[in-house]
């Protein structure tokens, strides 16, 4: 360890030795690649502005390199990790590492899909390496789910930060794009090599920066109806709406009188759209015979 890192941060001897005492393998399955680099945690605190009165919510710590880092920097953090054997060592890790601040330290023995509540004060930021497998399901999850999170800094596949990040008209402008915008304002944060991972992944990882808007999108459409159409939209999204809307309206016609009364096009594509046009063709969504 060089004399600049601070013995409380997990360099890449420490990452192997614990894992080699706990006999862990990071697994495929779970997508999960641990970062051993104290640099790139450190980076991570200081990109996501983590404020010393933050609560942080951190999904999938691992051997908890980015933990440490985020205690260092936040009032207090709850992390949640779904491995049996991972979730046992991290208390103690947080106490050998970290012990004046073990007790700012909560554990969540849990599937991040199926979380809930948190034990604690309401969680105020995200920061989380999420597993490449599960990144967009469980970042919208969260965000669904804790509304006090103001601030989400997560780590993914480079190709899942250029989706989240996308703006309408580009070509990798999608699904995760629109949802993730429906509460944030998204942007891409920086990008991460491969070394600083063990195992080292076969795909460049990014940084994506997600600030919770400050008025949630105007309209009388509620989440679930507005995310229908955003999904049957990109169901067939080479298709224009009027067609890729025909199953969610009833009829192509049905969807050409939604789009016309939204202000959208017939002949556009979900790929031309704001997550506020989506919002305006679910309320007009017609009513369907019984």
Do not use: C
Not at 104 to 123: I, K, N, Q, T
């Amino acid at each position: 360890m060089s004399t600049t890192e601070p013995d409380a941060l997990l360099g890449p001897a420490d990452i192997r030795e614990l894992a080699a005492a706990l006999g862990v393998r990071p697994t495929k399955q779970r997508g999960q690649n641990f970062v051993i680099d104290a640099n790139t945690v450190r980076r991570i605190v200081r990109t996501a502005e983590v404020r010393p009165d933050d609560v942080v919510v951190e999904v999938g710590p691992g051997l908890g390199s980015l933990t440490l880092a985020l205690l260092e920097a936040a009032d207090r953090v709850v992390a949640v990790e779904i491995d049996d054997v991972l979730a046992g060592a991290l208390p103690a890790t947080v106490a050998a590492r970290l012990p004046e601040r073990a007790d700012r330290f909560a554990l969540v023995h849990s599937d991040a899909m199926l979380v809930r509540e948190l034990p604690g004060p309401a969680p105020t930021a995200l920061v989380a390496n999420l597993p490449y497998n599960v990144a967009v399901p469980v970042l919208l999850t969260m965000l669904e789910r804790f509304p006090t999170i103001e601030r989400t800094l997560v780590m993914v596949q480079a190709e899942v930060a250029d989706r989240l990040a996308a703006r309408p008209g580009n070509k990798v402008y999608g699904v995760p794009s629109v949802k993730a915008n429906w509460y944030a304002d998204v942007k891409r944060a920086g990008s991460i090599g491969r070394t600083v991972f063990w195992p080292a992944p076969n795909v460049d990882s990014g940084l994506v920066s997600l600030v919770r808007r400050a008025e949630p999108v105007r309209t009388t459409a509620s989440r679930t109806e507005v995310f229908a159409v955003v999904d049957a939209a990109f169901a067939q999204r080479r298709k224009t709406l009027r067609a890729a809307l025909a199953g969610w309206a009833g009829s192509a016609p049905a969807a050409e009188a939604a789009l016309t009364a939204a202000g959208v096009s017939p002949q556009a594509r979900g790929e031309a759209l704001t997550v506020e046009e989506f919002a305006a063709i679910a309320e007009n969504k017609p009513e369907l015979p019984a």
